[in-house]
C-alpha cells in the first residue's frame, strides 16, 4: 500500500499480513507511517496504490462503520469519545437507532470485561470528567464490546500503568487465543518483545523489518530488542528504558530554589483537588512525581504556575512569595510550565510555528514594539529556536498543528526553557513522544538541570523517573504519599506507594 | 537539521498544494462568479414562475445598484454603515464570540445620534457637536454590550442567547426612546427632530456619496490590521482560536472578552450613527433595517478578512440598491430583493463548503 501526503509520502509500497491468533506488533518512530498505515486499515483513509485484503479476498475499507463491520475496532492514540456523554453513552453509540439502548445488557457485558481486564470504568460519568488514562480505558473497552475480531491498539499503554500493561499484555494473550488478531502499536520496545508474536517494523513510511514468531521466541528478550533498535535506527544501542540515572547537578548543602508548603486545592467533580502538598527543590534538581494519572498531578502543576486558583498554602521561589502573582508574572520571575497537552492548551494549532514561540510573551519587545508586531524580530528569533532545538518544520509559516508530536514538544521545550527560566514544571514531558523525541526531551531536561534550574518531573512513566531523577515524591489522590531517594532499589518502594500499599 | 530543505519526497507531493499563481486566481474567478451566476440562474426561475422577465429584472438592479450615476452613489452611501456593522463583527468572530446582538446596538447607537446631534448643533459648530454625538452613540452601544459581555466573562453563559435576546431588547428600547422620549413635537409623525441636511457629514466632492463610506472604510482597514499586526488582535485571535491556550499563556481573557464586546459593540453603534448624521437625519419609529443580520453572511464568507468583507460589503450595498428600484419598477414585492441576496449568500457559501470538501478529499 502507498499513501500520499502534502510534503510526505506517509506509506510506502508496504506490506503487512496480520493473522488471526497473533499480536502483531508495530513498531517505528513518530512519523514513520504507523497512524496512516491503521488508518488506511480503519477506514478513514483510503490507499492511493495497493489493496487490503479481508480474509483472502480484496476489501476496500470505505468507512470506519465499514471496518467495524469487518469485525476491525480501533483505539486510537488520541481520543475519539464524545466528552459531553457519560461513559456508556457512549459506549453505546452507532447502534441501531430505532433501538432503545440496552444499558443493563452492556453493564453485564462491561462488568465482564473489565472484571478480566482489571480496571474499574465509572459508567455513568461523564467522558469530559475522566482522566486521559481512563478515557483511554474506555476506548479499549469500546473495541472488545463491539466483539471485534482485529483490534488494533495504536499507542494504547502510554497512559496505564506498569501493572495495567502488564495486564493489557496478559489480556491480549487470551484475547489471541480465542483466535483474535491483534495490532499493537507502541514505542516501547520492551512490551513489544515481551508481548508480541511477531513484529514490523516501519521506518519513514517503509518496512524495514519483520521478526516472524519462531524467530522471536529463538531470539528472547534482549536478543530481540537488540535487533529491533538495529532495524529502527540502524545502530546498535543499548535498550534506553534500561539506562540509569548518574550524575546529579544537585548540591546537598544548596538553598531550595523552590518552595512549596501545605499547597492545597479543592477538590471538583473531576479531580482529587490537592491537599496540604509541601516539598523542596534545590538547584540542579530534579524531583519526580510520580503516581497513577488523575491523581491531582495536573491540578499540582496548573496551581503552581498561577492557571488554577489555591484554597491555601504558599509556594516561594528563591525566597520569594510568588502567591500572589498571575501566570505571566509568575513566568517573569522565573518559574515555568511545559504542559501536557500540546495541542490543547499549548499551542494554537492553527497559528504558524514561529507566533507559538512567543505565545506566552505577546506583546513584549523586542517582538512587539508599541503593540505593534515586529515581523523581522519574531522571524529571526523564531528561526534560532528552530535551529537551536532541532524543530523539524517546512517552514516558519507552518500551522504548529501540522508538525509531529515530538515537533511540537520541541516548540514548547524551545519556548518554556529561553530566556531566564529558573524553575521548570515538566508535565509527562515524553507522553506519544517517539524513541528518538523521547531521549532528546530527556536530554533536555538533563541539559536544563546542570544549568542550575530546579526541575519537577511529573510523569506516569516509573522508568523515565527512575532515569532522570534525583528524589521521587509519589502523588495518590491528591496527597504526597512518600518521599524517597533515587536509590537502585526504590522501584517496588515507589511502585507500592504508586498503588497505594505503604512503603 | 532546521527548517527542511525541499527534497524529492516532498517534490512528489506538490501536486496536492494549491495551484502556482495562474491558476490560482483563475480558481478564483470561478469560485467567486459561479456561484453569483448560479443564483441569479435559480432567482430567474422564481421570477418567471411570478411572471416577470428577469433579464428586466437583472437589468435594472445593474443599472440602478452599479451603472447609473444616481444608483452608484446610492449604493457607495449604502457602504458607509454597512462597513462599521462588519468592522464590529469581524473584532467579536476573529475572537470566537458570537455577536448576534448588531441590530440593538446599530439602533440604539442611530437613536442616541439622532437624539443628540440636533440639540447639540444649537450650541456649537458642527465640526464639535458631530464628533461629540458619534462618541455618545459609540458609549451607548458598548454600555449595552455589557450584560452579555460581562455573563460571557465571569459566568461562561453563551454570548449567542444573551446577544440575540439583547438585540429584541435593544430594538424595542430604541423605538421606545422614539415615540416617547425624543419624539419631535414639531410634526405628526413619530420620529426624533431631523438634523438639517447642512449639519450632516458632508458629501464628497459634487456627489451625493457619503464621506462616511470614507470612515467606514478607514475603521474596516484598521480593525483589519489591529486584529492581524498588533498584540492586541493576537491576544484576541487566540482567545477565539484556543481559549485553553489562552488561559495557560496567562492572557487576562474575562478583561478580554469584555474588551472584545465593547469594541464590537460600539463599531456597530457607530455604523449606526453614520447613517443616521450622514444620511437619514432622524429615526423614525419601527425603522430598523436589520444591517447587523444582512452582514453576518458577508463576514463569514470574507473569512473575517476587513478587504474581503469590503469586497461582500459592496455586492450587497449593490443588490440591495438595484433590488429596491428593480422591485418597483418590474412589480414584484419589495422584499424579492431578500430573496435574491440569500439566494446569492447560500450558493456562495455552497461553493466554499464543495470548494473545501474537494480539497480535503484530494488531501486525504
Given amino acids: 500500500m502507498t499513501k500520499r501526503f502534502t510534503g510526505v509520502v506517509a506509506n510506502d509500497s508496504v506490506d503487512l499480513k496480520i493473522r488471526s491468533g497473533e499480536v502483531h506488533v508495530l513498531l517505528g518512530e513518530n512519523g514513520a507511517g504507523k497512524s496512516t498505515l491503521i488508518g488506511m486499515l480503519s477506514g478513514l483513509q483510503q490507499p492511493d496504490e495497493g489493496r487490503i485484503l479481508v480474509d483472502g479476498k480484496p476489501t476496500p475499507i470505505t468507512s470506519p462503520r465499514h471496518a467495524l463491520a469487518l469485525g476491525i475496532g480501533t483505539v486510537f492514540q488520541h481520543m475519539m469519545l464524545v466528552p459531553t456523554l457519560t461513559v456508556a453513552e457512549n459506549l453505546l453509540l452507532g447502534g441501531p437507532w430505532w433501538q432503545r439502548p440496552r444499558i443493563g445488557q452492556l453493564e453485564a457485558r462491561v462488568a465482564e470485561i473489565t472484571k478480566s481486564l482489571n480496571i474499574t470504568v465509572r459508567l455513568h460519568a461523564k467522558v469530559s470528567e475522566l482522566s486521559l488514562g481512563e478515557q483511554q480505558q474506555v476506548e479499549i473497552l469500546r473495541a472488545m464490546v463491539r466483539n471485534s475480531r482485529l483490534l488494533i491498539l495504536d499507542e494504547s499503554t502510554s497512559m496505564l500503568t506498569p501493572q495495567g500493561i502488564e495486564e493489557l499484555g496478559a489480556l491480549m494473550r487470551r484475547l489471541v487465543e480465542k483466535g483474535l488478531a491483534i495490532v499493537f502499536i507502541t514505542h516501547k520496545l520492551k512490551e513489544a518483545a515481551a508481548f508480541g508474536d511477531r513484529i514490523s517494523v516501519l521506518k519513514l513510511g517503509r518496512k524495514v523489518g519483520e521478526i516472524t514468531p519462531p524467530r522471536l521466541k529463538f531470539l528472547g528478550e534482549q536478543a530481540a530488542i537488540t535487533e529491533i533498535v538495529e532495524m529502527m535506527f540502524g545502530k546498535q544501542t543499548d535498550d534506553p528504558d534500561a539506562e540509569r540515572h548518574a550524575d546529579t547537578f544537585a548540591k546537598a548543602e544548596a538553598e531550595p530554589l523552590l518552595q512549596v508548603r501545605d499547597l492545597s486545592v479543592a477538590p471538583m467533580a473531576d479531580s482529587p483537588g490537592l491537599s496540604s502538598i509541601s516539598f523542596d527543590i534545590r538547584p540542579g534538581e530534579i524531583l519526580g512525581i510520580a503516581g497513577i494519572d488523575g491523581n491531582g498531578q495536573k491540578q499540582l502543576a496548573e496551581a503552581l504556575s498561577g492557571q488554577l486558583a489555591t484554597t491555601g498554602g504558599s509556594v516561594i521561589l528563591d525566597g520569594r512569595s510568588i502567591d500572589a502573582m498571575d501566570v505571566g508574572q509568575r513566568r517573569v520571575a522565573g518559574l515555568r510550565y511545559l504542559t501536557d497537552d500540546r495541542l490543547g492548551e499549548g499551542t494554537v494549532g492553527a497559528f504558524p510555528v514561529s507566533i507559538n514561540f512567543f505565545l506566552k510573551q505577546v506583546g513584549e519587545e523586542p517582538f512587539w514594539r508599541r503593540g505593534f508586531e515586529k515581523r523581522g524580530e519574531i522571524e529571526s528569533r523564531a528561526g534560532e529556536l528552530v535551529r537551536e532545538y532541532d524543530v523539524r518544520t517546512p517552514s516558519l509559516k507552518t500551522p504548529v498543528g501540522r508538525l509531529s508530536g515530538g515537533n511540537i514538544q520541541k516548540v514548547l521545550l524551545a519556548r518554556e526553557l529561553a530566556d531566564g527560566a529558573r524553575v521548570v514544571i515538566f508535565n509527562k514531558p515524553t507522553y506519544g513522544l517517539d524513541l528518538a523525541n523521547t531521549l532528546a526531551s530527556r536530554q533536555r531536561i538533563r541539559d536544563t538541570a546542570a544549568r542550575g534550574l530546579a526541575i519537577l518531573l511529573i510523569s506516569t512513566d516509573l522508568e523515565e523517573l527512575l532515569s532522570m531523577c534525583d528524589r521521587i515524591a509519589v502523588i495518590a489522590n491528591g496527597r504526597l504519599v512518600g518521599d524517597v531517594q533515587n536509590e537502585d532499589d526504590v522501584r517496588t518502594t515507589v511502585g507500592r506507594m504508586m498503588v497505594g500499599v505503604a512503603a | ?364
Fill in chain 2, 1 to 364: 537539521m532546521s527548517v527542511e530543505a525541499t527534497g524529492p519526497a516532498e517534490a512528489t507531493a506538490i501536486d496536492s498544494t494549491p495551484a502556482p499563481a495562474g491558476g490560482g486566481v483563475l480558481h478564483r474567478l470561478l469560485m467567486a462568479i459561479g456561484p453569483i451566476f448560479a443564483a441569479l440562474v435559480l432567482a430567474g426561475a422564481i421570477l418567471i414562475a411570478v411572471g416577470v422577465d428577469p433579464l428586466t429584472y437583472y437589468g435594472t438592479v445593474l443599472e440602478r445598484g452599479l451603472l447609473s450615476p444616481l444608483g452608484i452613489q446610492q449604493t457607495l452611501t449604502r457602504m458607509a454603515p454597512l462597513l462599521f456593522v462588519a468592522a464590529g463583527l469581524i473584532v467579536a468572530f476573529r475572537a470566537g464570540m458570537w455577536n448576534l446582538g448588531g441590530d440593538g446596538q446599530f439602533l440604539l447607537g442611530a437613536v442616541i445620534a439622532a437624539a443628540s446631534a440636533p440639540l447639540l448643533v444649537e450650541v456649537m459648530p458642527g465640526w464639535m457637536a458631530l464628533p461629540i454625538a458619534f462618541v455618545l452613540a459609540t458609549v451607548v452601544a458598548m454600555i449595552w454590550s455589557l450584560v452579555p459581555a460581562l455573563l460571557r466573562a465571569y459566568q461562561g453563559v453563551n454570548e449567542i442567547i444573551t446577544t440575540l435576546m439583547m438585540t429584541f431588547l435593544g430594538t424595542s428600547l430604541a423605538n421606545v426612546l422614539v415615540k416617547l422620549v425624543f419624539l419631535d413635537p414639531a410634526t405628526t409623525v413619530p420620529q426624533t427632530r431631523t438634523l438639517p441636511v447642512d449639519d450632516r457629514l458632508p458629501r464628497l466632492f459634487d456627489t451625493t456619496i457619503t464621506s462616511g463610506l470614507l470612515f467606514g472604510l478607514v475603521a474596516i482597514i484598521a480593525v483589519h490590521l489591529m486584529m492581524t499586526r498588533t498584540a492586541f488582535g493576537l491576544k484576541l485571535r487566540i482567545v477565539g482560536a484556543n481559549p485553553r491556550a489562552a488561559i495557560h499563556a496567562g492572557l487576562g481573557v474575562p478583561k478580554l472578552t469584555v474588551a472584545v464586546f465593547a469594541l464590537s459593540a460600539g463599531l456597530v453603534g457607530l455604523g449606526g450613527a453614520v447613517d443616521i448624521l450622514g444620511v437619514q437625519g432622524n429615526v423614525r419609529a419601527d425603522w430598523n433595517p436589520a444591517y447587523g443580520m444582512a452582514v453576518i453572511p458577508a463576514v463569514f464568507l470574507a473569512r473575517m478578512n476587513g478587504f474581503a468583507a469590503i469586497g461582500f460589503v459592496f455586492l450587497l450595498s449593490v443588490l440591495s440598491i438595484g433590488g429596491e428600484s428593480a422591485a418597483r419598477r418590474v412589480g414584484v414585492p419589495n422584499t424579492f430583493t431578500l430573496v435574491l441576496v440569500a439566494i446569492v449568500l447560500i450558493m456562495l457559501a455552497l461553493a466554499e463548503y464543495f470548494d473545501h470538501r474537494h480539497n480535503q478529499s484530494r488531501k486525504a
